[in-house]
């Protein structure tokens, strides 16, 4: 069980030590559930690079994911553990200041 908890953590620590999944996250926190098509869009990436990242969130439990069709939709994951810390970390955040992120980028 240790183990299992210890790599779980790894997982969580491993996703939020980059700054692009975290600013993904701050844009579902302002979004709520969106459609990968529609985070592509925003940060101008292409979809392949989105669905790595978006892979590495789901798998440390941060985020869901819905599938409808042939699109997934994700979300965060309020029943993480991790999820009220970024909550606390984002409410500082303006969405305006997310959008001059992404277009300094």
Sequence with gaps: M??????QQANQFKALSDEFRLKILLYLYFYGEQCVCDICNFFNVGQSNISYHLKLLYDANM????????????SLNSESPIYPYLCEIFKNISQEELKESVSDS
Excluded: G, P
């Design 63 to 74: 985020i869901n994911k819905r599938q409808l069709a042939v699109w997934n939709y994700y």
């Design 2 to 7: 240790t183990n299992k908890l210890l790599t």
